[in-house]
């Protein structure tokens, strides 16, 4: 059983962490989360998913496992890392599912299935609160009232429903991430006219990958992560809803970045945070971030990003605190405003630049370099492949500045 595993992996002669190019293992995993229980005065905890390693199927083949028993196996190691932050906690974590959260295959979701049911049972949040509960069953999204202040909501959502990538478990036929659209246009319907404000939780965020988009060498073979029919849904639900929301939360890239959206019209800007990741297998640092927010509005008003310095060597690396958002780059919050300010400025000065590429892999070495750069920028703000196209042409042919 699940409450076994624990036991079983402290007993394992592997202590050391995991380094790239491998997913984090029991130790990092372990560590990562004493390192965070650590921090003061934690209200609760969001995972931006991606709990279950990548490749997770063939790793357990090869580990001598069979197929007939690989769904029972996913679903106990999904149920042991929910457990494992629960009890680190013991304040309310919020879980979104990751494109490798599936005990049928990467990018694949079985709407109603009982790799969802097991996880519904295990969520904590989820008790007490049926609809929230039957939502996640059918499909891996729910909403939840926010856990510290009044006329807020969470929204957590499954954008693997809407990736390019997704693709069904079994033979049903109904359209699960149209579903969720639906869902969504009315929970921000009625948080809007509830007078809350809405924090959305996801995984894969809107716009550009752009790391396969610098490895193109073209801006306009740009990779875009969601279909395109449920962003342009997804856009339209901003224009109307983007004062509801507060900010987004996402993760899939295991950078640290961000994201502003600009619906258009007379719409606010919509912030996205993009969360590190504790794995280190694109040779970025473990790290994660604790957000300070206002407790009267939900405004955030400072991210502190702790990290693992893995990549620079020693045998006993310590956590350790890397940045604050405001002595990085001088803001007061991490506001939509304040983030389309902070993009501008990597645009246009190579030293700003320059701190943000330090961070964006969490201290490891970079993949943003004085010649690729802007397949990186200019996802910060543009999310379809001809406006990221043009931006990157239009930064590639404008007046060079050097890079530090």
């Known amino acids: 059983p699940v409450s076994d595993w624990e036991t079983i992996f402290s007993s394992s002669k592997q202590t050391g962490y ?15 989360l004493s390192a965070a229980a650590r921090q003061s005065s934690v209200d609760f905890v969001v995972g931006t998913g991606d709990y279950l390693r990548h ?19 996913a679903t106990k190691t999904a149920l042991f890392i929910v457990r494992a932050l629960q009890t ?21 979701v079985d709407p109603g299935g009982p790799f969802l049911a097991a996880l519904a049972e295990s969520l904590d949040v989820l008790k007490n609160h049926p609809n929230a509960a039957a939502d996640f069953r059918a499909a891996g999204f729910y909403e939840l009232p926010h856990p510290t202040l009044a006329n807020h909501e969470i929204v957590v959502l499954n954008t693997v429903l809407w990736s390019r990538s997704y693709a069904i478990c079994g033979s049903d036929s109904g359209d699960a991430g149209e579903a ?54 997804f856009l339209d639900l901003m224009k109307t809803y983007a004062s509801t929301v507060q900010i987004a ?67 006993d690396p ?30 246009s000065d190579p030293s700003v630049r320059h701190i943000f590429a330090g961070f964006y892999a969490t201290c490891a070495p970079s993949p943003i370099k004085p010649d690729n750069w802007q397949f990186y920028t200019c996802s910060e703000t543009q999310f379809t492949s001809s406006d990221y196209g043009s931006c990157v042409s239009r930064q590639q042919n404008a007046p060079k500045k050097s890079d530090q």
Request: net charge negative.
């Open 55 to 73: 490749n997770f199927e063939e790793a357990f083949l090869k580990a001598g496992g069979t197929s007939d028993q690989f769904t029972d196996f």
């Open 180 to 233: 969720e659209m639906q869902w969504l246009s009315w929970q921000l319907y009625q948080a809007k006219t509830s007078g809350n404000r809405v924090m959305l939780m996801m995984h894969i965020p809107p716009g550009i990958d752009s790391y396969k988009s610098a490895h193109t060498g073209a801006g306009k073979a740009a990779t875009e992560f969601w279909q395109t029919k449920f962003f342009t849904q």
């Open 88 to 108: 680190s906690f013991r304040v309310p974590v919020y879980f979104a599912l990751g494109n490798d959260d599936s005990a049928c295959g990467d990018y694949r």
């Open 318 to 347: 310590k956590w350790a605190l890397e940045y604050r958002f405001s002595s990085a780059y001088r803001y007061n919050a991490f506001s939509a405003e304040n983030l389309q300010s902070l993009a501008a400025a990597i645009h």
């Open 249 to 315: 939360l996402a993760g899939h890239t295991h950078m640290d970045d961000f994201r502003v959206l600009s619906p258009g019209g007379n719409a606010s800007p919509v912030a996205f945070r993009i969360t590190p990741a504790i794995s280190p297998i694109f040779g970025n640092n473990p790290g994660f971030s604790v957000l300070e927010y206002q407790v009267g509005t939900g405004e955030v008003s400072d991210i502190a990003t702790y990290y693992l310095n893995l990549a620079g060597g020693g045998s």
């Open 18 to 32: 995991a380094h790239a190019p491998q997913d984090a293992n029991y130790p990092l995993i372990k560590s990562a």
